[in-house]
């Protein structure tokens, strides 16, 4: 179906911070929304959003970005079929021009893309993973559910980025939210019983005041057994170092202990973790720059937990390939604005289900109510979805579509299988 229209508007997310969204209509009258979300720990190697800079809101406004896809992106839209994804995806990155999306800005192009995927699902009266689903078998996402947040989500109150639970006894999505919610609210009780709550971070996780990064992980495990969960048969633990905030030149500064770690003494640490905490997944254990960290740590645990690469493989095809044949992480986290265009991002997706990586599709901390990662997650049968915490709208927007496309469809859940390397939902999609 021909694109008749193409408009772009600035709105908010959720952080109060400017952001683009675009909207795609067909000849048919049916249209698209994509919004771009933004992250606060970023690859160095991810596509660049593009902001106005100066004094208006601390130069994070998009007023660039917009006036952009009005003189050169909708031109070049009006015409072309919705149906055309990857076609249309070349012609926004040759339009750009730069290896990092810098011209015309990533979060201009993500926006576009997605908007044309949906306008696309919406002219064939399919939900959006129905549409990208293709018929193929597909399932339901295991869910990582953030309850602690630190680092640069938290006034780095903590180091440790993201502290997640894993509903690894769950059957079904629903029930995997039922188990998170309870161990939401007694890591809140916890926190308030002790003094040590700070309020919820930029991901909705309880913003805690704890004396070492460690406390949260014992904090943590007492919050599933007070659910009354059993750790790591019912409810696992999942981790977000975000090691490049805080790593330089294969060195790593915790603020909160005030310690100063080499690499090989960070990884001991982890390791340790593991022996100890019911831990089954890793993101980002080292800094972006610090592959022989990452080759090593991967090769002394990586039979044992998932090893997610972000910072390190910022959603690329040729990243995770580079990766793979080093020996580096063993899943990748997938961000539709890291890669900019929908089909970049696919493209990298599969390139991880070929080389037996675990995927996990990612919201960023900068968030909207856009909903379109749950369904992605879903018909690209990524395995797994990690959006924040359980709370914030911006986050129970997509917690709550995935119980929908469950009630509406009655899809298989990818549960913890989606854990294993070569899970067998993934390497089918």
């Not at 894993?166 to 919610?181: D, H, K, P, R």
Request: charge should be negative.
């Amino acid at each position: 179906m021909k694109i008749t229209q193409v408009s772009a508007r600035r709105i908010w997310d959720s952080r109060g911070r400017p952001t683009v969204e675009v909207e795609v209509v067909s000849e048919d009258g049916t249209s698209g929304v994509g919004i771009a979300p933004a992250g606060a720990s970023r690859g160095t190697r991810e596509a660049a959003e593009l902001r106005d800079g100066g004094d208006r809101f601390k130069g994070l406004d998009v007023q660039h970005a917009i006036a952009g896809i009005e003189r050169e992106i909708a031109p070049a839209l009006v015409g072309r079929d919705t149906v055309d994804q990857a076609g249309i995806d070349r012609m926004l990155i040759a339009l750009d021009g730069t290896p990092n999306k810098s011209r015309l800005g990533g979060n201009a192009l993500i926006a576009t893309s997605l908007a044309v995927l949906h306008a696309a699902a919406a002219t064939h009266r399919n939900a959006l993973w129905q549409y990208v689903a293709e018929g193929r078998d597909v399932s339901l996402p295991l869910p990582q559910i953030q309850i602690f947040g630190g680092g640069v989500h938290a006034g780095r109150r903590v180091d440790v980025q993201d502290f997640m639970i894993v509903a690894i006894g769950a059957t079904s999505f629903s029930q995997a939210l039922e188990m998170t919610a309870e161990v939401y609210r007694c890591a809140g009780e916890l926190l308030g019983e002790r003094g040590a709550s700070m309020g919820v971070a930029d991901e909705g996780g309880w913003w805690p005041n704890f004396a070492r990064n460690e406390d949260a992980l014992e904090t943590l495990v007492q919050a599933i057994e007070r659910a009354k969960l059993a750790p790591g048969a019912d409810v696992s633990i999942a981790l977000d170092i975000a090691a490049s905030q805080f790593g330089d030149g294969r060195r790593y500064r915790l603020a909160l202990e005030q310690q100063e770690l080499d690499s090989d003494a960070l990884c001991e640490r982890l390791v340790r973790w593991i022996d100890t905490y019911p831990i089954v997944s890793i993101e980002d254990p080292l800094a972006e720059d610090d592959e022989s960290g990452l080759i090593a740590f991967t090769g002394a645990v990586g039979d044992k937990i998932q090893i997610v690469g972000d910072d390190y493989l910022v959603t690329s095809a040729d990243r995770v390939k580079h990766a793979a044949a080093v020996g580096a992480c063993n899943g990748m986290l997938v961000k539709p604005n890291q890669a900019g265009t929908v089909t970049e991002t696919r493209l990298a997706l599969d390139a991880a289900h070929q080389a037996g990586y675990r995927t996990i599709m990612s919201a960023r901390s900068g968030e909207t109510e856009d909903v379109a990662i749950v369904h992605l997650a879903t018909g690209w049968n990524a395995g797994q979805l990690k959006v924040g915490a359980f709370a914030r709208s911006e986050r129970m927007a997509k917690w709550n579509e995935g119980l929908r496309i469950e009630s509406r469809s009655g899809l298989p859940f990818a549960g913890a299988a989606a854990l294993r390397r070569g899970h067998d939902h993934a390497r089918r999609a």
